[in-house]
Nanobody, 129 residues
Framework: QVQLVESGGGLVQAGGSLRLSCAAS????????IAWFRQAPGEEREFVAA????????YYVDSVEGRFTISRDNAKNTVYLQMNSLKPEDTAVYYC??????????????????????WGQGTQVTVSS
């Protein structure tokens, strides 16, 4: 069992920055790939970024490449999403998710919600123009 708790969301002006945190409980954290997804009102949940178990490999959706950085601290059981140069279109509820089954680390697979077994409750990010 893994519990994920997101924090760090809030209201920020366009061009500003936020850092989201995903704190995990459970012994399987360091062996789990972790991803961030987001969901805007009326939209489907969208992949944002993912990080491998060791932290040596990452993937991003094109729209955040160069602006967002995903990282992890396995000693603290925490994954971070540093978001810079925020845009109004980044407004959404952000969720972190964990793959505890060690599925293949593939560019296509990590972008799908079915890759992940546990989800947090989400944190709201609102970017004003």
């Amino acid at each position: 069992q893994v519990q994920l708790v997101e924090s760090g969301g809030g209201l920020v002006q366009a061009g500003g920055s936020l850092r989201l945190s995903c704190a995990a409980s459970g012994r399987t954290f360091s062996s789990s790939a972790i991803a961030w997804f987001r969901q805007a009102p009326g939209e489907e949940r969208e992949f944002v970024a993912a990080i491998s178990r060791s932290g040596s490999s990452t993937y991003y959706v094109d729209s955040v490449e160069g602006r967002f950085t995903i990282s992890r601290d396995n000693a603290k059981n925490t994954v971070y999403l540093q978001m810079n140069s925020l845009k109004p279109e980044d407004t959404a509820v952000y969720y972190c998710a964990a793959d505890v089954k060690g599925r293949p680390w593939l560019r296509v697979g990590v972008r799908t919600t079915t890759q992940y077994d546990y989800w947090g409750q989400g944190t709201q990010v609102t970017v004003s123009s």
